[in-house]
């Protein structure tokens, strides 16, 4: 219970500073991503804000044995780059490029009441559904 | 640069690394935006709850940010519905095939200083340029 209950704080958080840095604005998005047009840094400044924080805050947390609410630490095993690396995250870029929205900005935007971002959800958790059935089939 | 906005971004920058901090230091998970929500559809039925719980967080803050906060957001007048679907099928496909997104791979990765992360991160950004770049100056947006 606790734990679902700091999930929700911790989304709350996330979401609020996506809306806050206007993140979750695909002009805003489009204005970063567009070097050669008018361009807008601020989404460097994002990164570098979160970055600023997690890398500093990580090493801390990793002192402990365990987290506070749970037996473990969940962190991914694979430390490899690999063509699967490269190939997905150059068509997750293709993506972006085309919408504006990553995965975050797309789940907060459903707040706003918009058209778009409900059928960018439902167009995403398609992608997800169609790698799965290709990659992720188990015997 | 008339569009820059460095204190908000600053400040929202900073709310999402807390953000991350706070689910591992409590949960032990990894605030990856696209590996949490796909998870839901996938993961067995104990990992599922707090994840849905992440999402209903991100969408009210959307929701109270855009109603009663300043709000101001609107659908991208730049997008066709068909590029908008497109795009987003590939960000799906794309951040499960990459093993995670902005958040994931930028914001966490980064954070545990995994060179994986970092050539992930340095790929989507990268490929992001060129896609708007051809979207709006070769075929003019």
Redesign the interface.
């Known amino acids: 219970m606790?734990?679902?209950?700091?999930?929700?704080?911790?989304?709350?958080?996330?979401?609020?500073?996506?809306?806050?840095?206007?993140?979750?604005?695909?002009?805003?998005v489009?204005?970063f991503?567009?070097?050669?047009?008018?361009?807008?840094?601020?989404?460097?400044?994002?990164?570098?804000?979160?970055?600023?924080?997690?890398?500093l805050?990580?090493r801390l947390?990793l002192k402990?044995q365990?987290?506070?609410?749970?037996?473990?630490?969940?962190?991914?095993g694979?430390?490899?780059?690999d063509n699967?690396?490269?190939?997905?995250?150059?068509?997750?870029?293709?993506?972006?490029?085309?919408?504006?929205?990553?995965?975050?900005p797309?789940?907060?935007?459903?707040?706003?009441?918009?058209?778009?971002p409900l059928?960018?959800?439902?167009?995403?958790?398609?992608?997800?559904?169609?790698?799965?059935l290709i990659?992720?089939r188990n015997p | 640069m008339e569009n820059f906005t460095p204190v908000s971004a600053l400040i929202g920058g900073v709310l999402i690394g807390l953000s991350a901090t706070l689910l591992l230091l409590f949960n032990g998970r990894i605030a990856g935006v696209s590996g949490i929500l796909s998870g839901i559809f996938v993961q067995p039925a104990g990992d599922r709850l707090w994840r849905l719980m992440f999402v209903v967080g991100m969408i009210m803050s959307g929701a109270l940010y855009q109603f009663f906060g300043p709000g101001g957001f609107e659908n991208s007048t730049e997008v066709s519905l068909l590029v908008l679907v497109i795009g987003a099928f590939l960000v799906g496909f794309g951040t499960r095939m990459g093993g995670g997104c902005t958040s994931g791979h930028g914001v966490c990765g980064i954070g545990f200083i995994s060179l994986r992360s970092i050539v992930a991160t340095c790929v989507f950004m990268a490929a992001g340029f060129v896609t708007v770049y051809v979207m709006r100056h070769v075929f003019g947006g």
């Not at chain 1, 460097?44 to 600023?52: D, F, I, K």
């Not at chain 1, 987290?67 to 630490?73: E, G, H, L, N, R």
């Not at chain 1, 699967?84 to 975050?104: E, K, N, T």
């Not at chain 1, 059928?119 to 799965?132: E, P, Q, S, T």
């Open positions: 606790k734990h679902n209950i700091l999930a929700l704080i911790s989304g709350l958080l996330f979401g609020l500073g996506l809306c806050v840095s206007e993140m979750a604005s695909p002009t805003k489009f204005n991503l567009d070097i050669s047009g008018n361009w807008d840094p601020s989404l460097m400044l994002v990164m570098g804000g979160a970055v600023g924080v997690t890398m805050a990580f947390v402990r365990t987290p506070i609410f749970s037996a473990d630490f969940k962190l991914p694979s430390s490899s780059v699967r690396l490269l190939l997905g995250a150059s068509l997750f870029g293709v993506g972006w490029g085309l919408i504006g929205y990553c995965p975050g797309v789940i907060t935007a459903l707040g706003f009441g918009l058209t778009y059928f960018a959800m439902i167009a995403m958790i398609a992608g997800f559904m169609v790698h799965r990659f992720e």
